[in-house]
Structures are given as C-alpha cells and as structure tokens.
C-alpha cells in the first residue's frame, strides 16, 4: 500500500481529533473568528466568535443597532455595499475564508441565500421572479425552469395560491405572499443556508405565523440563520441563539438555555424585556 | 398697558383680508393669462392653417406656389431624422446615467462631468448649430445630410435624456438591487436584469418629451444649413433632406401672405407630431405610476 | 434535478469577468460623451474665431458700434449693436415674465388646491414644450399686428413683440422653478406666521418669498439666459438691422438673429463673415456661460438656509 502524504495524513488526524471533541454536534457550517467590523470610525462588530452549526435554525437577537444584522449580511458579504466598510479576521464557510478577497461574492452569494426585512420582489411576473436566479446562473431550459419554479413555490409553500397567475406582476400579492415569493425566489438556486434578515418584521401576525412555519418545514433541507428582533419568534423556532450587544456576542447557546437559564446577566435582563 | 388694541386690529383686519383678496384674483389672472396665450395661440393656428390641410398638402414637395406647397419632404425628413436621434441619444444618455449613478465613485472627475452635464444643458441651441456646421458638416465629411443633422441634435438633447434617466434609475429602490445581488447576480447583471427594467418608464417618459425638442428646434438645422426646397424624399442617412420646423420657417418668412397659410398648416401637423409622442410619454407615465 | 450542480455546469467565469470588466469602462465613454461634446463646442468657437481676429482687430470688435459686414466697400464688424439687440429682447421679457411668472408661482404653491395645480402645472408645462418657431411665427403674424394697433408707428419688425413672446417663451421656466422653490419652504414656517394672524398674503410676501429667494433669483437668472439664447423669435419677429441705440419700435437684430441670416444667406465657406458666426456665436456662449455659472452660483451658496 502506497503511503499517504504526510499533510493529507494530518488532515485526517485532526478531523479525527475533532469528532472526538464534539461527537453528538452537527457539522459547523460558519465559523467566525475574531470578527471586527468598521462603518468609517464606527466599530460595529467586536471580536466576534461564533460557531454556526450546519441544518439548524440559529436566531440572532439583541436591541437595535446592536449589529446583528451586520452580522448577518457579513455573511454573504452583502455588507460591502456600504463603501465605508472595513473588516478583520476571518469567517469560514465550509473551511474557506469568505473574507478573502479571492473568493467571488457572486459564487458565495449562490450558495447562501437571503431573505430581506421588506418583501422586496422584483416588479416583474411571479415566474421572472422566481426564474431569475437560475437563469442569470446561466439555466434557459424552459422545461427545467418550470420545473423550478413550481418546485420553489411548493417549498415556500405558496404554490397552491399562485399557480393560477403565474404570470401575473408579483406586486398584485399581498405582504406575506410577497414575502414567502421572496424565499421562494432564494430557493429556486438551492442554496446551502438562508440567511433571513426579519423576514417577518413587515408582516401581519397571520403572515408571521405562516413563514415561521415554513421555516420549521425548510430546516430539514437548509441551514438556517435568522436575525429577530422579537423574542417570542426567536424562541418558538430557533434551536441555537446568539445574543448580540453593542457589536459583541454575550452569549450562544442552546436557544432553550438562553430563554431559561441565561448565563450572562445582560442576556436576561434582554430576554426578560428589561430593555431593547 | 396694552400695545395691541383689539378694535384697531379688527379695523385693519378686514383691510388686510381684502389686499388678500384682491391679490389672489390678480396672481389667479396672471396665471389664467399663461393659459390664454396658448389658447389663443392654438386657436390662431387651427383658423389660419385648416384650410391648407388636405390630402395635396401632405402628398406635395414645398413649391414657390403657396396652393401646391406640401409638407411630404419635411415629414418625412423629420421621421428620418428621428430615427438617428432616437437611438443614439437614448443609448449615450442611458449608458452616461448608468455610469454616474451605479459605478461612478464620488470624484473630481465624476463631479467634473455632471457640472459639464448641467452647463451643457444651458448653451443655447445655435451654438450646437456652429458645432455641428464645423465637425460633422465640414471636419467629418458628412455634408447637409441626416447623420450630421441627427448627431448634431443628439448632442442637443443628451444632457436632458441623461438627468430624466439619472431621476429614473435612482428611483429604484435599493431593496431590489439587494435582492439580485443576494441571489449571486454580478452588477452588470443587476443593472441589466432589474436596474433597467424598473427605471425603463421614467427613461422613456423623459426620453420622449427629449425628443420632441429634437423635432422642434430649428436653429441649429438653420446653421448647419439644411436646405428647404427638396424634391426628393431622404434615401439614407447620408441623403440631404429637409425638416417640419425648417420647412415652416421658410415659409414664415416668405412676402406672400397666403404663406402664412401654409406655415400655420405645418404648424399644425408639428403639433399633431409633438401632441402625439407627448401623449405616449402620459400615457407612459401613468401606466407605470405607483410602481414601488 | 440539482440545480447547484447546474449552475456549475453552466458557470462561465471567465466571460461573466469580462463583461463586469468591461461595461464600466464601455458605459464610462458614454459618459464622456458630454464632455467631448462640450470640448467640441468650445474648441470649435476658439477656433473659428480665432481665424475671425486675424481679419478684425479684437478691440474693434468688442468696442465697435457699426455693425455693417454685407458693405461692400467698408464693411464693419463692431458687435455692441447686437448685444444691444439682444438686451433689448431681454430686458423686455423679463419685464413680462418676472412678475407674471412669480404672481403664477405664489398662486400655485399658495393659493391653489392640488386640483389646481394638477391641471395648470401639466398646461404650463406644454407651454414650455412649444416649438420657438411656432412663437416665432405667433408674434409676427399675432403679436405684432395687434401691438401695432396700440402703438402707433410701430414697425413690423420691432423689440417690442419678440420680447413679449420670447418672455411668454421663458414664463413657464421662471413659474416652475419658482413654484418649486416656493415649495420646498417647511410648513411649519408658514404655520408660524398663520398662527400669529397674518394673512395668505403677508405669508407669501414677508414668509415664503423671502426664503425661496435664492431659487427664485436662480430661475430668473436662467431664464434670462434662455431668453438670450432665443434664436427663432426674434429671427422671424425682430427683424435684421442692428442698431447701437435704444429705440424698442424700430427693427433690431440679435446675435441669434444674426447667425441665422448669414446660414440662410449665401456667405461662402472662408469669408470673414462667415467667420463672424462663430465670434458672434462664442460672445453668446460666454453670456449664457455666465449666467448659467451665476444662476448654479446662487442656488448652491443659499441653499441650506432652513
């Protein structure tokens, strides 16, 4: 038998090594480390260390301006839309640096989708909007874009309410099914995780309910990062919480744990609705 | 003491309620007075030109014979010339206000060429005359032809079709351009799959009433020297030819007074013209209003 | 069906950083088209007229009072009496347009419901878009028949009647401009003054006016400047004798005007009247240069006021 390269074995080693440590935890999906984030002068983000564990829903909450949505859109980079922004450290998704600059953002961005505050549909037809990111990713193929398409909307389970007028402007819709388009729409390219920036903050409590059932139902296929400013939401389907203030991470842990037993007095405090 | 006796300011009171009075009536007359003009402008030119407006007018070249003069040549020259026009301001104008509003950075050079923009908007429309006259007639070799007359007035009208789509393109809003790049669309994607799209009824709003101002001018084809007797109808952009405003100065210009006549019947089809891409451009405009 | 392995298949990397390379510097040329354009104008005028001083001294120019380049035997190129010409259009213009476009502004953003102003912006706006040659035709055929009857001696060509028209011309520009202006005064400044008494009036006059003043004083700069520049009025209406002097009934000539009886006449390429255009042409240009300079001038320095 031929000898494996030295490297190649270590790698295995240290997988090993690292089963060992955590043999009943999923597979972690982002890891972050030593994150700092500045808008200009402003440190928004401090020293964040935060492991993301692969097919779980991980809320993130804490008071407003706190940077959890910062955090969020680190994740897919989306932040560099602000020109000001600056980081250091680094975050792995799936072993590779996405804050180096050699990993193309379009290619991060295909494989983690995103679910915006405001339902922000496309003002085009319901199949356009679902349509357009397998086809800027270059699929044409008619047959396998319906195919999509109907696939995306039955798993935002939506499909039932729009399969009459597909073809009819997406903003004939109301806020919810706007929205639950929205994560259709982010379905269509099968993304690895989602990453929904309150995705339920501009709904009606009816509409609420239905999204957060939905993500309960996506969980079994996708990872699943939710930014909340409610607590009740981040409770009812989180399994993972992290809690965010002043651009620091006080706490993660089970969600269960942070809602019963918080480690951090300013957690509770937080999650006793004390303040924020 | 008192220093503010009632009585007194109910007695100047209704004096002032009066001055007030009278003030609307006369800022409302000065108003109503704007609208007068043009009716009675519209209304001259319908009694003055109507006569002249038969199927001869439109099927005649112009004619030193006021009863055989006819509009065809300068129609269809303007038809032509729009057909240059169009195009190219609408592609410069465009592409100029993708690049200041989705790359350009905040610079010099980016503040340099939108202060040039709102300068060049100001020149008068002679002046684009002289340049036309001197780099496409003369220096380019294009002689009095469409393609000279057709670039020299894209240049007129760019710097309006630029800002209409500056207004249009960053009134999407910026959720949308968010939500393609969150799907792992690149810019150009964006701009072309959603940015455009969006801004599409605001740039062909703007674009339109751009290019009626294309149709209308006549000083700068004066300057380049386009001629006004032509008996022929334009083979290709590089034909001579002649235009509906161009047309209808000469024969404003003419001794005869049954001339005027037929200016005010030219008048009239530019005005159908011009009512006609304007009522596109509303129709437009409220088909597509409330979008976001 | 997996669609990631799909989009692998389909990835064309290196394409997809070609365009987003090259659109940015394609769009960019677009953009520079207007500054070439602007770099076209000026280095025509320069030009031309740069070939016009090397036949008329510069200070005979600029100082001159004849106007006279068709003489055969001593023609003249002194071109006071266009600029003149060109005043006179003007000045009589704004007399009309100023008060009639500000009394249409204080009615709309003060008096007028918004049903009013729904329907009267849009007809303004029409005015706006008419043809000049439609104007020009107006007020020789309209305009001046009808002055003619009030004015005894008034000739056919005049200031008079280009001036009414070309100010009828600008109106809607000083009406719009300052209506905006006028707008954009926060209420809470005119509930102030409501709630001291004061009248709909005095609020516009003492509290409005004062305040959109800078933008106020830039639409009528501006549309001073495009009254200047107004060629087709005042080539129909105006007539084609310059004249140093300050009689409005007679006929006159502007520098618009001028440029455009040289291209309809018969001037041949390389004579020094068809030089003259282009002196005439830049001395324009460097009028509505400055007043445009001006107008930009006085809107940026006043602006955060409230």
């Known amino acids: 038998m031929v000898k494996k390269p030295i490297v190649e074995q270590a790698m295995q080693e240290k997988k090993k090594d690292l089963k060992v440590i955590t043999p009943s935890e999923k597979a972690s999906i982002y890891k972050t480390e030593n994150l700092n984030l500045w808008y200009g002068d402003k440190h928004a983000l401090k020293d964040i260390q935060l492991d993301i564990k692969q097919n779980e829903v991980t809320a993130i909450i804490g008071p407003s301006g706190c940077g959890k949505s910062t955090y969020l859109k680190t994740l897919n980079r989306m932040v560099e839309l602000v020109p000001s922004v600056r980081t250091t450290g680094e975050i792995h998704y799936r072993d590779r640096n996405i804050l180096d600059k050699s990993y193309q953002v379009e290619e991060l961005r295909t494989k983690v989708g995103m679910v915006f505050q405001k339902p922000n549909p496309f003002p085009k037809s319901i199949y356009d909007n679902i349509a357009y990111g397998p086809r800027i990713h270059g699929i044409k193929n008619r047959k396998i874009l319906d195919e999509i398409v109907e696939r995306s909307l039955r798993g935002a389970a939506i499909w039932d309410e729009v399969k009459d007028r597909l073809h009819e402007n997406a903003y004939g819709l109301s806020g919810g099914q706007q929205q639950r388009i929205c994560i259709a729409r982010c379905l269509a390219i099968e993304p690895d995780v989602i990453l929904m920036d309150e995705p339920t903050s501009a709904l009606d409590p009816i509409s609420t309910l239905k999204v957060e059932e939905l993500v309960q139902e996506l969980k079994k296929d996708y990872s699943i990062i939710i930014v909340t400013h409610n607590m009740q939401q981040a409770a009812r389907i989180s399994d993972k919480t992290a809690f965010f203030l002043n651009g620091e991470v006080i706490e993660y842990d089970e969600t269960d744990k942070i809602f019963s037993n918080p480690a951090d007095q300013r957690t509770e405090d937080y999650v006793s609705g004390r303040f924020g | ?292 | 069906m997996n669609v990631q392995s799909m989009i692998e298949q389909h990835k064309n990397k290196g394409m997809k950083k070609f365009v987003e390379k090259l659109m940015p510097k394609l769009l960019f040329i677009t953009a520079l088209v207007s500054v070439l354009a602007t770099i076209g104008i000026v280095f025509t005028l320069i030009f031309e007229t740069f070939e016009f001083f090397r036949r008329v001294p510069f200070f005979d120019y600029i100082l001159g009072t004849e106007w006279l380049p068709f003489s055969g035997t001593s023609p003249s190129y002194g071109v006071l009496p266009l600029i003149i010409g060109t005043l006179k259009v003007t000045g009589i213009a704004i007399v009309v347009a100023v008060p009639l476009g500000l009394a249409a502004a204080i009615y709309l953003s003060e008096y007028a419901s918004d049903n009013v102003r729904r329907v009267v912006k849009p007809i303004l706006e029409v005015l706006a878009g008419v043809p000049t040659i439609v104007y020009g035709f107006f007020a020789l055929t309209f305009v001046t028949p009808l002055l003619q009857e009030v004015i005894p001696g008034l000739k056919i060509f005049n200031a008079i009647s280009p001036g009414i028209v070309v100010g009828i011309m600008i109106l809607p520009t000083i009406a719009s401009l300052s209506e905006d202006a006028m707008s954009s005064v926060p209420r809470s400044m005119r509930e102030g003054a409501l709630a001291l008494g004061s009248t709909k009036l005095e609020v516009a006059l003492k509290v409005v006016l004062p305040a959109a003043l800078s933008g106020i004083l830039a639409s009528v700069v501006l549309g001073i400047s495009r009254a200047i520049g107004e060629t087709m009025i005042v080539s129909l209406a105006g007539g084609s004798t310059p004249k140093f002097d300050g009689e409005i009934t007679d006929s006159i000539q502007t520098m618009t005007a001028y440029i455009v009886q040289v291209s309809t006449g018969d001037a041949g390429y390389g004579t020094t009247i068809y030089y003259s255009i282009y002196a005439v042409g830049f001395t324009l240009f460097i009028f509505t240069l400055l007043m445009n300079l001006l107008a930009g001038y006085i809107s940026k320095k006043f602006r955060e006021e409230y």
């Open chain 2, 1 to 292: 003491m008192n220093y503010i006796h009632h009585d007194t300011v109910v007695k100047r009171m209704s004096k002032r309620l009066l001055k007030n009075k009278i003030y609307k009536m006369l800022f409302l007359s000065a108003t109503l007075l704007a609208l007068l003009v043009l009716a009675v402008l519209g209304y001259r030119m319908i009694i003055q030109g109507t006569g002249y407006l038969n199927w001869d007018f439109f099927n005649n070249f112009s004619s030193r014979f006021p009863q055989n003069a006819g509009i065809k040549a300068a129609l269809v020259g303007s038809i032509w010339l729009l057909a240059i026009v169009a195009p190219v301001s609408l592609i410069l104008g465009v592409g100029a206000a993708v690049y200041l509003e989705e790359y350009a950075k905040k610079n010099r050079i980016t503040t340099f060429i939108q202060m040039n923009i709102s300068n060049l908007a100001g020149v008068p429309s002679i002046v684009f005359g002289l340049l036309g006259l001197t780099i496409f007639v003369r220096m380019l070799g294009m002689g009095k032809s469409v393609l000279a007359a057709g670039l020299t007035m894209s240049l007129l009208i760019l710097p309006v079709i630029i800002v209409a789509a500056q207004e249009a393109i960053r009134a999407v809003p910026n959720e949308l351009r968010e939500a393609s790049y969150g799907i792992g669309a690149t810019k150009w994607q964006t701009i072309l799959k959603v940015v455009l799209p969006s801004a599409i009824p605001g740039i062909l709003t703007g674009g339109i009433l751009a290019l009626s101002r294309a149709i209308g001018e006549t000083a700068p084809l004066v300057v380049i020297g386009i001629p006004v007797i032509i008996h022929f109808l334009p083979e290709s952009i590089f034909s001579e030819f002649t235009a509906l405003p161009m047309q209808i100065f000469d024969w404003a210009k003419r001794p005869q007074e049954e001339f005027q006549y037929v200016a005010a019947a030219g008048i009239l089809v530019l005005m159908a013209v011009l009512v006609f891409m304007n009522s596109i451009a509303v129709i437009i405009r409220n088909k597509f209003s409330k979008r976001y």
